[in-house]
């Protein structure tokens, strides 16, 4: 990869300091399974109601997966875990081509772009939907799934379709949407110990299609504080470093207000095992999850609040706003500290793109592993 985006051994200040890197397969499969069982379980709520989810789901709101038979049967997942794929396909054709990281990925955005809109690639871009030398093994683009329309952010394929690329200096649109914050995922796990890599690079990957700062912003929050978890640090610790990155910059007060109302309201709420319910009046004084610092703070909120992992999932999903961001990420912060083992197996096996999903943990796994051998217990 280009010089600005090299995966080897960080030094400096945001370089987590340890003897021995605890970043292992299982933190990369828990956090994809979990953002993208955690999208699938939002997808059927997405701004239901309270009330309508009560009725159609029972008192105790929706609790696991559902099945769609126009679907195959499978829970189906939504835009965000199509572009978390999508940026673990731009990270592997950067690594493989040794393109700098942005580049990689916008190509797996566009990718996806011309595959959601059905247009004719630009002039430069047609041989970007054909299958790749390094992917004589396996071809996202040819999964159908990855094709179907789910419900993306409002401008999110706007941006895309501009001829310049979007970037924290050229401006596309002023959207601060949460379909900015996912995408960072991939990018957090891969520079595991380096919070603030991690941090740059996801600032850069969601400004492709979100010029406001509050939205790229949040997504290199996100993607510090996956770092850091990947790397073995508590989820206190996490948001300390998260935090610390996002001071340093201009335009994140309402980032850091709504980080700070969220660890707020969750050292004051009660301990010990509490219902869905119980949780909605602090999640809805955080927003609705539509804007990316609401998205961030909601999960932020349930993964401190509620002891219980599986727990913590259910709680972010079933609420009135974007319940498909607010649970993936949710979803990614608890799969990283506790692996995949928090999850029902049922879960997989009616997951849409599970074999997908796991496939593009282990690619990425192996990309890390490559640039962090040292540093990487198996």
């Not at 599986?310 to 912060?333: E, F, M, Q, R, Y």
Request: proline share 4%; hydrophobic share 40%.
């Amino acid at each position: 990869m280009g010089r600005t985006s090299s995966m080897g051994k960080q030094e400096g200040p945001g370089t987590e300091e340890k003897e021995e890197s605890m970043a292992d397969k299982d933190k990369f499969r828990g956090a994809l399974y979990g953002s993208a069982c955690g999208d699938a379980l939002g997808y059927p709520l997405q701004n239901f109601s309270v009330g309508r989810i009560q009725h159609r789901f029972g008192p105790f709101g929706l609790r696991t997966l559902v099945r769609d038979s126009k679907n195959g049967k499978k829970a189906p997942i939504s835009d965000d875990t199509q572009m978390i794929l999508a940026t673990i396909d731009g990270i592997l054709w950067a690594d493989a081509k040794k393109l700098d990281l942005v580049d990689g990925i916008y190509r797996g955005y566009m990718r996806w772009y011309y595959s959601q809109t059905g247009e004719e690639p630009r002039r430069g871009q047609r041989t970007w939907m054909r299958r790749q030398p390094h992917e004589r093994e396996f071809c996202l683009l040819r999964e159908k799934f990855m094709h179907a329309r789910r419900n993306p952010e409002e401008g999110l394929l706007g941006a895309f379709s501009k001829d310049s690329r979007g970037s924290t200096k050229v401006k596309v649109n002023d959207s601060k949407g949460s379909a900015a914050l996912a995408r960072a995922i991939p990018l957090g796990l891969l520079f595991a110990g380096d919070s603030k890599m991690a941090f740059d690079e996801a600032v850069k990957a969601a400004a492709l299609s979100h010029s406001n700062p509050v939205a790229y912003y949040a997504a290199g929050g996100l993607a510090a504080i996956i770092a850091c978890l990947a790397y073995g640090l508590t989820l206190p610790k996490a948001l300390e470093r998260a935090e610390t990155l996002l001071g340093k910059m201009h335009k994140t007060d309402p980032i850091l207000s709504l980080l700070g109302a969220a660890e707020e309201q969750a050292n004051n709420h009660p301990a010990g095992k509490t219902g869905t319910w119980d949780h909605i009046d602090s999640i809805s004084s955080l927003g609705s999850g539509h804007s990316a610092e609401e998205a961030l703070a909601i999960a932020v909120y349930c993964a401190l609040a509620v002891d219980d992992p599986l727990d913590a999932l259910i709680v972010s999903a079933n609420h009135a706003g974007k319940s498909t961001t607010t649970s993936a990420i949710t979803g990614a912060i608890e799969g990283v500290r506790f692996g995949t083992s928090f999850m029902p197996e049922y879960w997989a096996d009616i997951l849409e793109g599970n074999g997908v999903i796991s496939f593009m943990a282990d690619k990425l796994f192996y990309v890390y592993n490559k640039y962090h051998p040292q540093r990487v217990v198996k």
